[in-house]
C-alpha cells in the first residue's frame, strides 16, 4: 500500500500544500527534487536539509547527509539558447549546521576531457567552467551574495545591490573544494553564516539563484531563469526553505599585518642630503570586522598598508583637468557601492557619453598625494598622505534603512628641505578628518529614496596651505526612483546635491578661478570673481526615465550642474557651469537567428549648455553591437556634433568656438573561449578646421596553458590639435580679447603605450601577478599662435601671421614680441615639446597560507626620462627609456587571519 504524506513547505506562500502518494521504501529527499515545487511568482523552491554529522569539504560528496538531501535540477539556458534544457545535467544539493551552509553541487559533463580548467586569480573566473550560488538571505529581492567555484578550484565572492549590479570587491572568508572525474566534475562549498546577514527567525526563507558555465560552449544555465531581455537578480531568484534554528549572531574578523619595505631610488640631483639612493621602513597595522548587530558590521583599518596594490599607469594629461583613477585599494573598494550617490535606481545602465555626472564620493581622496607646493634645491615630499585610522559602518536596520558610515583621519604630512647648507621642513598637507553617511530605503517594490553626506575638516595652520586649501567642505543630497508601472518596466529616477565650501579669501578665490568653473571669463556675465568671499556654494541635479525591459529599451534625462557646486575636496567632478538633455533608444533582440546570436543597436540626441544659455555641445551618436554565430564581435560606433561654443578652452579667457566632430570608432572581437584571442580597435576622428586624431589599439590575450594568461594592449595616437592652449599673457594693448593674449600651439603628437600582463596562478591559492606599462608619448609644435577675436577659431601664428618668434636654444625658450613693431611688450615662452617616455613594472606574489592569510610580496619599478623633445623616434626613445635609472621599491608583507 502507498504511504499518504502531506508535504508543507513552512513559510512559503504555496496557495495549499501538495498530497502525495509514495511508493513504500521511496525516499523522500528524492521525490521532493522530483516534484516541481514551485512559489507563487513561478520559481522553484529548494529545500536544505539540516546535516547531523560533520561534513568534510574535499570535492568528493561521500557523506551520508548528501545521499539524503534532495537534489535539484531542471537548469535552463540563458545562454546561447534561452529557453532551452541545459545540454549538460546539474544536481544541486542543500545542508546546513548550526554555522555554515553546505553546498554539494554535481556538474555532469559527457566531454570530460575538455573541462576548461584555467586557473587565475581569485575573483577572475571568467575563462573556466564555473558554477555560482546566489543567495538574498535578507530576502529583500533587493541585495544578496554570489559565490563561484571554478573547475579549476578559483574563487570569486561578490555582493549583489539595486536587483541587478554585482560588486566583486568584497572577499569573504570560506571554503570549497573541487573533483574532476570521467563523468564531469563535482564543486563542494562551506559558507558560514558568520560572512553573511540575516534578520534573526526561528525558520528562515532566503532568495536562492544558481548558474553553470559550460565555457567550451559558452553556455550559462539557471536553476531559476531570468530572459536576457528582462532584468532582474535578487528579484527573480527561486526561494530556499528549510534552514531553522540558526542565528547570526556577533562575530569578530581580525587581520593584523606587517611589512618591510626597501627603496633604491636614484637622486633628483647629486648631494640630496635626504635620500643617499637607498632606504628601509617598516610598518605594522591591523583590519577589523565586527558584526554589530544582525544586519550591520563595522570594518577598521589602523594604519593601513596598501603597498601590494598594483601602481596606476602613466598618463600625459595636456588639459586643465585631473587624471580619474580606479580606487584600487581593498578598504576602500569593499562595500563601495552603498555610498553611490545618483545610484542605478532600478534603471539599466547607458553610456552616459553626454552627461558629465559629478561623483560626489570619491575615495581616493582619502590618503592622496599631499597638496603644498614646497620650492627647495632639495625636496623630500611624501609619496601619499599617511591614514592614520579609518572606520566604516554597514548594513541594514531592522526598519529597512540600508546604511553606510565611513570616518578617517589623515596625518599632518610635511616635505623635507633643504638649500644645500641648512635643512628645515614645510607642511604640505594639514591633519584632515574625512566623513562619509549614506542611507537608503525601499518604499514597497516600486520606489526607493535615499541620502547621501560628506563632510572633509581640515586644521589648517600654515600660510601656504591657508591659500590654497577650504577648511570645510560640505556636500549633501538626496535621490530615489519610483517604477511607474506594476512590471517595473518603467522607472523615474533623480536625485540632487548641494555643496557648501569655506576657508580664507585666497582659497575660496582659487576656487572661483580654477578649472571647474573660470568665473573670470570677460564674456561670461552670469559668473563674476568675488575676491571676498569666503565661502562658496553650488547644486547639482538630474531626472531620468528608462524603460529596462524588452526588444525596445528607452533612456531620456535632464541634468544640471550649477556654477558654485564643488564636491571635490571628497568627490570628483571635472565640469560645473554645466547643464544638459539627452534621449536614447535602444533596439535588441539577444536570441538567435540565422546569422547572428544577438544583436543590439542604439540611436542617441544630446544638448549641453551653460548657465549662461549658451550651447556647449549639440551631438548624435549610435551604435550597433553584433554577436555572430561564431561568438565573433563586432561593434560600430558613430558620433556627429555641430560646432557651437566652448566656453573652456582658453582656460579663463573668452568664449571660442568648438569644432564640430565626426568620428567612427569599430571593434571586433573574436572568440574568448579560445587559448589565443584577439580584439581590435581603430577610431578616426575629423574636426572642423584642421584638427585629426587615429587610434589603433588592441587586446592580445593568450592562454599557453592553464596555469598562465598573457594579455597584451597595444595602442598607437596619431593626432593634431590647431589650438592646444599653452599660456595666458597679460597685455592691455590686446583690447580685442580683454587685455590679455591667450597663447596656443599647434600640436602634432604620437603615443604609443604597451601594456602587458601575465598571470601564474600555480594554485588557487599561490599567484604571481606582473603588469608593466611602456609609454612613449612625444609633441611637436608646429606654430605658436594667439587667439585673434573672442567667439571664433582664428588664431593667427607669431613670426609668420603676426609679431615676431625666435628660439633661444640655450634657454630652450620662445621669444615672442606680438605685434612686432607695435607697443605690445615681448614675452618669453618655456619650449613647450616633449618626449615623455616612461616604464612601470608591478609584480606581486601572493600566497594564501590559511583561509584569509596572505604572504605577498611585491617589486616595482620606475623608469622615465624626457631627453629629445618634440622628435618622435621609436628605437632610440626605447633604448633611451630602458637605460634610464630605475627606482626600485621591494615590499614583503604578511597578513594573519583571526576568526571564525
Not at 564543486?187 to 526563507?205: C, D, G, K, N, Y
Not at 532584468?231 to 606587517?258: F, Q, V
Not at 557601492?337 to 561623483?359: C, D, R
Not at 591657508?466 to 512590471?487: C, M, N, P, T
Request: aromatic share 10%.
Amino acid at each position: 500500500m502507498a504511504a499518504i504524506i502531506s508535504l508543507t513547505i513552512t513559510g512559503l506562500p504555496l496557495p495549499r500544500a501538495k498530497i502525495l502518494a509514495v511508493p513504500p521504501g521511496a525516499c523522500l529527499a528524492a521525490l521532493i527534487a522530483a516534484v516541481p515545487v514551485t512559489a507563487e511568482h513561478g520559481q522553484p523552491v529548494v529545500q536544505a536539509e539540516r546535516a547531523r554529522t560533520p561534513i568534510a569539504v574535499d570535492g568528493r560528496l561521500d557523506e551520508e547527509a548528501w545521499g539524503r538531501a534532495p537534489a535539484y535540477r531542471g537548469f535552463r539556458q540563458r545562454d546561447p539558447n534561452e529557453g532551452e534544457a541545459a545540454t549538460e545535467p546539474t544536481e544541486l544539493r542543500l545542508l546546513y549546521d548550526e554555522d555554515a551552509l553546505y553546498v554539494g553541487v554535481r556538474l555532469r559533463d559527457g566531454e570530460a576531457g575538455r573541462i576548461v580548467r584555467q586557473l587565475s586569480r581569485r575573483d577572475v573566473v571568467a575563462e573556466a567552467d564555473s558554477f555560482s550560488l546566489f543567495l538574498d538571505p535578507h530576502h529583500d529581492h533587493l541585495t544578496g551574495v554570489e559565490f563561484q567555484v571554478s573547475a579549476a578550484g578559483v574563487q570569486r565572492d561578490s555582493i549583489i545591490y539595486d536587483d541587478n549590479f554585482e560588486d566583486d570587491s568584497w572577499d569573504a572568508v570560506w571554503e570549497s573544494a573541487v573533483a574532476v572525474d570521467s563523468g564531469g566534475w563535482t564543486v563542494e562549498m562551506r559558507i558560514p553564516f558568520s560572512q553573511l546577514r540575516f534578520p534573526s527567525a526561528p525558520r528562515h526563507t532566503w532568495g536562492i539563484n544558481a548558474r553553470r558555465i559550460v565555457q567550451r560552449k559558452n553556455e550559462a544555465s539557471w536553476l531559476a531563469l531570468v530572459p536576457k531581455n528582462e532584468t532582474g537578480l535578487a528579484s527573480r531568484m527561486a526561494h530556499l526553505a528549510g534552514i531553522e534554528g540558526i542565528a547570526p549572531g556577533k562575530h569578530l574578523e581580525l587581520l593584523p599585518y606587517a611589512s618591510a619595505r626597501e627603496e633604491y631610488v636614484a637622486p633628483a640631483r647629486p648631494g640630496d642630503p635626504f635620500n643617499d639612493g637607498s632606504r628601509a621602513f617598516g610598518s605594522a597595522g591591523l583590519d577589523l570586522k565586527y558584526g554589530l548587530a544582525t544586519n550591520m558590521s563595522l570594518v577598521a583599518a589602523f594604519n593601513p598598508d596598501f603597498g601590494q596594490v598594483e601602481v596606476d599607469p602613466a598618463v600625459v594629461n595636456l588639459t586643465a583637468n585631473e587624471t580619474f583613477f580606479e580606487e584600487k585599494r581593498p578598504f576602500f573598494i569593499e562595500g563601495a557601492q552603498v555610498f553611490s550617490h545618483f545610484a542605478h535606481s532600478g534603471a539599466s545602465e547607458y553610456p552616459y557619453f553626454f552627461y558629465f555626472e559629478p561623483q560626489i564620493f570619491y575615495s581616493r581622496r582619502i590618503g592622496r598625494t599631499p597638496q603644498g607646493l614646497p620650492a627647495a634645491l632639495y625636496l623630500d615630499v611624501p609619496d601619499a598622505t599617511t591614514i592614520l585610522g579609518a572606520t566604516k559602518l554597514t548594513g541594514r536596520t531592522r526598519g529597512g534603512w540600508t546604511v553606510g558610515a565611513l570616518e578617517a583621519v589623515t596625518g599632518t604630512e610635511y616635505a623635507h628641505v633643504s638649500d644645500g647648507r641648512s635643512r628645515g621642513r614645510i607642511e604640505v598637507e594639514p591633519l584632515t578628518n574625512y566623513f562619509v553617511a549614506r542611507t537608503r530605503r525601499e518604499l514597497g517594490r516600486r520606489a526607493a529614496i535615499g541620502f547621501l553626506a560628506t563632510a572633509v575638516d581640515r586644521r589648517v595652520r600654515t600660510p601656504e596651505l591657508e591659500s590654497q586649501l577650504v577648511e570645510r567642505a560640505y556636500v549633501g543630497g538626496i535621490d530615489g526612483h519610483v517604477f511607474i508601472d506594476s512590471k517595473r518596466d518603467w522607472v523615474v529616477s533623480g536625485g540632487i546635491a548641494g555643496s557648501n565650501v569655506s576657508g580664507s579669501r585666497a582659497a575660496v578665490l582659487r576656487l572661483q578661478r580654477g578649472a571647474l568653473r573660470y568665473y573670470q571669463r570677460p564674456d561670461a556675465p552670469h559668473v563674476h570673481v568675488d575676491p571676498a568671499a569666503t565661502s562658496l556654494s553650488g547644486w547639482s541635479g538630474s531626472l531620468s526615465v528608462n524603460k529596462n525591459s524588452g526588444n525596445v529599451t528607452v533612456n531620456a534625462g535632464v541634468w544640471g550642474i550649477n556654477p558654485g557646486f564643488e564636491p571635490n575636496d571628497l568627490g570628483f567632478a571635472t565640469q560645473a557651469d554645466r547643464g544638459g538633455a539627452h534621449g536614447l533608444v535602444q533596439f535588441r533582440r539577444l536570441t538567435p537567428d540565422r546569422w547572428t546570436r544577438s544583436r543590439t543597436v542604439w540611436f542617441a540626441k544630446w544638448w549641453t549648455f551653460n548657465y549662461g544659455r549658451e550651447s556647449q555641445g549639440d551631438g548624435v551618436q549610435s551604435t550597433a553591437n553584433v554577436q555572430l554565430l561564431n561568438y565573433w564581435r563586432l561593434i560600430l560606433n558613430l558620433q556627429r556634433s555641430w560646432a557651437t561654443l566652448d566656453d573652456r578652452l582658453t582656460r579663463g579667457g573668452p568664449t571660442v568656438v568648438r569644432p564640430g566632430i565626426q568620428s567612427a570608432n569599430l571593434t571586433v572581437t573574436t572568440d574568448s573561449r579560445r587559448r589565443f584571442w584577439v580584439s581590435a580597435n581603430g577610431i578616426l576622428q575629423k574636426r572642423d578646421f584642421g584638427n585629426w586624431s587615429r587610434t589603433l589599439s588592441a587586446q592580445l590575450n593568450f592562454k599557453p596553458w592553464a596555469a598562465l594568461t598573457l594579455s597584451v594592449t597595444p595602442s598607437l595616437l596619431r593626432m593634431r590639435s590647431v589650438a592646444q592652449y599653452l599660456t595666458t599673457v597679460p597685455d592691455a594693448t590686446a583690447t580685442s580679447t580683454f587685455g590679455a593674449r591667450y597663447v596656443f600651439g599647434n600640436l602634432g603628437q604620437t603615443e604609443l603605450s604597451m601594456p602587458l600582463r601575465a598571470n601564474l596562478v600555480l594554485s588557487p591559492k599561490l599567484s604571481l601577478q606582473v603588469y608593466t606599462q611602456a609609454l612613449l608619448s612625444e609633441g611637436s609644435y608646429a606654430a605658436i599662435e594667439e587667439l585673434a577675436a573672442p567667439r571664433t577659431y582664428d588664431f593667427p601664428a607669431y613670426g609668420t601671421d603676426v609679431g615676431t618668434l625666435a628660439y633661444d636654444p640655450a634657454g630652450s625658450a620662445y621669444r615672442i614680441d606680438p605685434d612686432g613693431a607695435g607697443p605690445a611688450a615681448s614675452f618669453r615662452l618655456a619650449d613647450p615639446n616633449f618626449n615623455f617616455k616612461s616604464l612601470r613594472v608591478n609584480a606581486v606574489a601572493r600566497w594564501e597560507f590559511r583561509p584569509g592569510s596572505s604572504l605577498y610580496v611585491v617589486w616595482t619599478q620606475r623608469r622615465q626620462d624626457q631627453a629629445h623633445p618634440g622628435d618622435f623616434g621609436f628605437g632610440r626613445d626605447t633604448a633611451q627609456l630602458f637605460r634610464a635609472p630605475s627606482d626600485d621599491v621591494f615590499l614583503v608583507k604578511v597578513a594573519w587571519w583571526l576568526g571564525r
